[in-house]
């Protein structure tokens, strides 16, 4: 999705902007654009395509104050026209805004009747001209910011810089990250750290209805709800500049799956005391109380961190006995459903800055039940608006097809379950044992990757595909087909197995290959039962299987066989087999990995 990037300071501005855009490029964009103001003057390139493409276009400048944007287009079709930054008429005011203004076709209605003229379609030129309407009644461009900004619906992270007041910067946020890096005598302002790690450490993130005031020298945060100034808290960055590049890697997609072992064991550092057959989780220290009586778990998420959440689901249920339904974030915020005060929210989330997710969460915030959250990213808006959570301690991601943080997620959704059973299940120990050696497991999966390779190579033509599974290989079968889908193009579905006779099987033929998830399970002779059902119609089979299991290597085409774990952490080596999968296909079919057609890394907007 978008990204923002502005500085203010003693130094150059564009080409701290610029690296900060790079360094946001993975969130997904189709533009980018740049302002910068010099001797009270204010100029603007913007470029369709890649910030390398802007690159060559901007002219060099002195300037110490400028604002950059990278567009994922949502109200108007990549263009320069509609590139952020969007400006006044006269050049004086322009602006970089992520999010969606919902009320813009009223606001450019009410501004047409007063004159403005529209250069592009989008909702964000709404701002710019607003803005300017109130400057023009009250010779003050904070002023006119925050009038202009109550007169907006939706959401926003903005940048504005004005030639009436060249060495000021301003930002405000609601509902859509920003985060300002406080470093020497300047100040750097981003969508996400990752854009301004290279230059300090120390951040400050806004909250909702926060309205930032930033000079050289001085920072001051205006609350519009409370309309009272707020004393920022300054904290820490826990991110190296290194975690977020490429190393020696092709791409971020296959660096982040050969992450798994050390996510699996940053996760479960410090939390998991096998000697003594503790669980650890500091992050719920302050709701052990609240947590003893929950009788029901709503897990709400997006995408594969909905998908981590079906896994999350079996976890908490088997071990902890407590009833959990996973909903798809988008459709939970619209439902009317009855909510007991034992019902926990847990929300699922890489980014911590998915906007149903967040919505989801905002729906029940005055419904008094527990609001709880698994993320990744440090201090983003979910990490902060919930009750308590865990954090996933992967680092940052930066390819699109999330992988590690799958990983992470369904590690700790693991640590949760052992947690809420509070050692109560027969499992609880072998489960506790196994997740230690689970990272040497991983690196195990990963050295099949050539193997994998000559497999997706074999398969990368195919038109469609077909991912299978049982109980804890169902949802890995879910998440198996969307990363194939979002990465290679290929129409991809998951099923569960037992469905295969309910209506898939129709489809099945010698063009349709199916990606059978047939680990060790009381439930895998049924599996191996659908998997002749496919051989009976001739449709190719690949395997996934437990190493051992001869038989399936006369029913299989091509067999891929994991290392024997318990089947709670089955998904987590089969998930590293079917994203080694989907990523050997992608780069066998030629396709930009890590940043697929149509998809943004976070999305922020409905
Ligand atoms: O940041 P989140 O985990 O909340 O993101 C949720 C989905 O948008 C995300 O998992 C998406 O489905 C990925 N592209 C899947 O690889």
């Known amino acids: 999705m978008c990204?923002?990037?502005?500085?203010?300071?003693?130094?150059p501005a564009t080409p701290i902007v610029m690296q900060g855009l790079q360094a946001l490029e993975y969130r997904g964009y189709d533009s980018a654009g740049v302002s910068t103001v010099t001797d009270g003057r204010i100029t603007t390139t913007r470029q369709v395509g890649q910030v390398?493409?802007?690159?060559?276009?901007?002219?060099?400048?002195?300037?110490?104050?400028?604002?950059?944007?990278?567009?994922?287009?949502?109200?108007?079709?990549?263009?320069?026209?509609?590139?952020?930054?969007?400006s006044s008429a006269d050049g004086s005011i322009a602006i970089v805004h992520n999010g969606i203004i919902e009320n813009h076709e009223q606001l450019r209605t009410k501004l047409q009747q007063a004159g403005y003229e529209f250069k592009?379609?989008?909702?964000?030129?709404?701002?710019?001209h607003l803005i300017d309407y109130y400057f023009k009644q009250t010779k003050s461009i904070e002023s006119a910011f925050h009038t202009a900004l109550r007169d907006l619906r939706g959401a926003y992270a903005i940048a504005v810089v004005s030639s009436h007041e060249p060495d000021t910067l301003y930002a405000a946020r609601l509902s859509s990250p920003l985060v300002i890096g406080v470093g020497d005598n300047?100040?750097?302002?981003?969508?996400?750290?990752?854009?301004?790690?290279?230059?300090?450490?120390?951040?400050?993130?806004?909250?909702?209805?926060?309205?930032?005031?930033?000079t050289t020298g001085d920072l001051a945060v205006t609350n519009l709800e409370s309309d009272s100034p707020t004393i920022p808290e300054v904290e820490l960055l826990d991110l190296e500049s290194e975690d977020a590049q490429k190393g020696h890697y092709e791409h971020f997609m296959i660096k982040e799956i050969n992450e798994a072992p050390q996510t699996i064991q940053s996760a479960i550092r410090g939390r998991v005391l096998a000697?003594?057959?503790?669980?650890?989780?500091?992050?719920?220290?302050?709701?052990?109380?609240?947590?003893?009586?929950?009788?029901?778990?709503?897990?709400?998420?997006?995408?594969?961190?909905?998908?981590?959440?079906?896994?999350?689901?079996?976890?908490?249920?088997?071990?902890?006995?407590i009833p959990v339904e996973v909903q798809q974030a988008s459709e939970f915020k619209y439902r009317s459903e009855p909510f007991s005060r034992g019902t926990a929210i847990l929300a699922v989330s890489q980014s911590g800055e998915t906007a149903d997710t967040i919505a989801a969460l905002d729906k029940v915030k005055d419904y008094g039940v527990l609001r709880l959250g698994i993320v990744n990213a440090p201090g983003s808006t979910i990490a902060r608006m919930t009750d308590a959570g865990v954090y996933c301690h992967a680092g940052p991601e930066q390819a699109v097809a999330s992988t590690k943080a799958f990983i992470a997620q369904v590690t700790v959704l693991a640590l949760i379950a052992l947690h809420l059973s509070n050692g109560s299940t027969k499992d609880y120990k072998p489960l506790?044992?196994?997740?230690?050696?689970?990272?040497?497991k991983a690196a195990a999966v990963l050295a099949l990757s050539d193997q994998i390779k000559v497999i997706a190579e074999k398969y990368a033509p195919a038109r469609d595909f077909?991912?299978?599974g049982r109980h804890y290989g169902y949802p890995c079968a879910l998440e198996g087909a969307l990363k194939l889908k979002e990465v290679s193009y290929i129409h991809a579905e998951g099923y569960a197995a037992g469905e295969m006779k309910h209506g898939p099987l129709a489809m099945i033929d010698e063009n349709f290959p199916t990606f059978a998830i047939a680990t060790d399970?009381?439930?895998?002779?049924?599996?191996?039962?659908?998997?002749?059902?496919?051989?009976?119609?001739?449709?190719?089979?690949?395997?996934?299987?437990?190493?051992?299991?001869?038989?399936?290597?006369?029913?299989?085409?091509?067999?891929?066989?994991?290392?024997?774990?318990?089947?709670?952490?089955?998904?987590?080596?089969?998930?590293?087999?079917?994203?080694?999968f989907a990523y050997h296909v992608a780069v066998a079919r030629g396709f930009n990995v890590d940043r697929p057609r149509n998809l943004a890394k976070s999305v922020t907007v409905e």
């Open 3 to 11: 990204g923002i990037v502005g500085f203010i300071g003693e130094r």
């Open 275 to 321: 000697n003594e057959g503790i669980v650890k989780l500091g992050g719920l220290d302050n709701v052990v109380a609240q947590l003893r009586y929950i009788d029901r778990i709503v897990i709400v998420a997006c995408g594969t961190s909905f998908y981590a959440g079906l896994v999350g689901e079996y976890l908490i249920e088997e071990l902890a006995g």
């Open 466 to 468: 077909l991912f299978i």
């Open 52 to 86: 390398a493409d802007l690159s060559k276009i901007l002219e060099d400048s002195s300037a110490m104050l400028a604002i950059g944007h990278t567009r994922w287009a949502t109200h108007g079709a990549p263009s320069i026209t509609n590139a952020h930054p969007h």
């Open 120 to 128: 592009s379609e989008t909702d964000t030129e709404v701002i710019p």
């Open 521 to 580: 399970s009381p439930l895998l002779e049924k599996t191996m039962s659908n998997i002749q059902e496919i051989r009976a119609r001739s449709g190719p089979v690949i395997a996934l299987a437990t190493e051992g299991n001869e038989a399936i290597a006369q029913l299989a085409d091509d067999v891929i066989y994991l290392p024997p774990t318990l089947e709670q952490t089955q998904p987590l080596l089969i998930s590293i087999a079917t994203q080694l």
């Open 432 to 440: 506790l044992k196994e997740l230690v050696s689970l990272p040497d």
């Open 186 to 214: 300047e100040y750097i302002l981003a969508s996400d750290p990752t854009a301004l790690i290279q230059h300090t450490k120390k951040v400050i993130y806004l909250n909702d209805f926060d309205v930032a005031r930033i």
